[in-house]
């Protein structure tokens, strides 16, 4: 008896089913056929671009047998269209490492016919040969492995979308993807790292990266950190959908430590101190962005491989061979190869008699008569020349004579105009209200889950 009950449930269930998908599919067959923007599209998270392929969910357009297009009318063809550009993809996933778009389409099941229709549908809009490992794609299928839709990502917020279209090829459109930008403020102390403390938060190392960026004329991350130091970021965030997508600018940040307090504000593109200087300045504080100071400058030290007493003319930083070596400031290289215990060295010129030395790198990027940038990825960290070890020795002279590169003084670009400080000042204090205001926000919502945790 209980049985046959559930039985006439389920019988029950299943009309309601059919009955609402009828109503759904005329419903929606009204609407247009040509795909109109964001909607069109499921999206789905890719998290860190390995390859996702889910097992194959089954579209709603298979529901319809597509050998049997006689019996549906042309409204009911564009229902199911509509449906099947709402459900989840058949296959999704990334190009992969030493694959082409041809090759995943081929193992993902599409005929040689298929992906040809679909390449040349593609020629005016995206060259399928510059596709990238990590570029995301879609695919969508009829019965009999037919393709209906294809999506192809470049970028998270560029999608291609090609459809098949009454003539059995491809239509092909553009969408730009509107990211939301939402600006949120941490203030955190330092326990054994920066990056540690910033990743704490649930932050990434792309964070990290902007705000020693923002300080790499003032702060020296290998010496400065200490227990207990506290810093303070107020940043943008860009997310499509919940799902985060990439930082934008960091729009106040200050580093309060026992070797100073920093403050730094973005205003017009640039990053300028309370007062209102620039932070940009001659020289930056260091060569690489991460490693550890393995020696210092010094008149008189004992040096390792010679044995005997030697003065130190730079500063050596102990980092992987490969490390990125950057330019310390704007100048020539005037000097890219070998030089005697210097092993692989990048010499640069630069205003004022100022000369900088990258030593021991196991591969010089930047030739002979080069102009760089300050920050420019310039050589690669390495062990040449008279080394115990990977490192780079960084040497700055004037007028060809060794000076401790710590104590440079260290030029400063022009402050703000009288007008623009004025701007700039309401900029600060607005700012200083938000990060006030989100940093208390987040110490009551933290009191507030305490609250509700059970004694
Ligand atoms: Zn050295």
């Avoid at 294809?150 to 999608?159: G, I, M």
């Avoid at 949120?184 to 990266?209: C, N, P, W």
Wanted: aromatic share 10%.
């Amino acid at each position: 008896m209980n049985l046959i009950n559930k039985y006439v449930q389920l019988i029950c269930i299943v009309l309601l089913l059919a009955v609402s998908a009828v109503f759904l599919s005329s419903s929606i067959g009204i609407s247009s056929i040509f795909p109109s923007s964001k909607e069109d599209t499921t999206r789905i998270k890719t998290g860190d671009g390995s390859l996702t392929e889910p097992g194959k969910s089954v579209p709603a357009a298979n529901a319809f047998p597509s050998d049997s297009n006689a019996d549906i009318s042309p409204g009911e063809k564009s229902a199911m269209k509509e449906i099947s550009r709402i459900v989840a993809p058949d296959i999704q996933g990334v190009i992969g490492r030493n694959n082409t778009v041809y090759g995943k389409l081929i193992s993902c099941g599409l005929s040689p016919t298929q992906i040809f229709n679909l390449t040349r549908a593609f020629d005016k809009t995206f060259d399928f040969r510059t596709a990238a490992p990590d570029d995301r794609l879609q695919i969508f299928l009829a019965g009999n492995n037919q393709l209906q839709k294809f999506v192809y990502s470049p970028d998270p917020l560029l999608e291609y979308i090609a459809e098949r279209n009454v003539n059995g090829g491809f239509t092909v459109s553009q969408h730009d993807l509107i990211p939301e930008k939402r600006v949120e403020a941490m203030e955190i102390s330092l326990d054994s790292s920066l990056s540690k403390a910033i990743f704490s938060t649930g932050e990434k190392q792309r964070l990290v990266d902007q705000f020693v960026d923002i300080f790499s004329w003032d702060i020296d991350f290998y010496l400065f950190p200490r227990k207990g130091d506290r810093i303070t970021i107020l940043y943008e965030k860009y997310f499509l959908d919940d799902t985060f997508i990439k930082y934008g600018d960091i729009l106040a940040a200050r580093y309060a430590g026992q070797n100073g307090t920093f403050s730094s504000f973005f205003f017009d593109g640039g990053y300028y101190d309370k007062q209102g200087h620039p932070l940009r300045k001659m020289f930056l504080r260091l060569p690489l962005k991460f490693g550890v100071k393995t020696s210092g400058y010094s008149i008189r030290r004992f040096h390792p491989v010679h044995k005997k007493y030697k003065q130190h003319t730079g500063i050596d930083y102990g980092a992987k061979t490969g490390t990125k070596i950057f330019a310390t400031a704007n100048g020539k290289v005037i000097f890219a190869g070998w030089k005697g215990g210097y092993g692989k060295v990048i010499i640069l010129k630069h205003p004022n008699g100022y000369q900088t030395y990258y030593a021991h790198c196991s591969k010089l990027i930047a030739k002979k008569g080069q102009f760089v940038d300050q920050g420019e990825t310039i050589a690669r960290v390495g062990a040449t020349g008279v080394v115990t070890g990977p490192h780079v020795h960084y040497e700055v002279r004037i007028n060809g004579k060794p000076v401790n590169p710590s104590t440079i003084k260290n030029f400063k670009g022009t402050p703000l105009s009288p007008e623009r400080l004025e701007k700039f000042r309401a900029t600060v204090q607005s700012r200083l209200l938000l990060v006030e205001e989100k940093t208390l926000q987040n110490s009551e919502g933290d009191k507030l889950v305490l609250a509700d945790t059970p004694e």
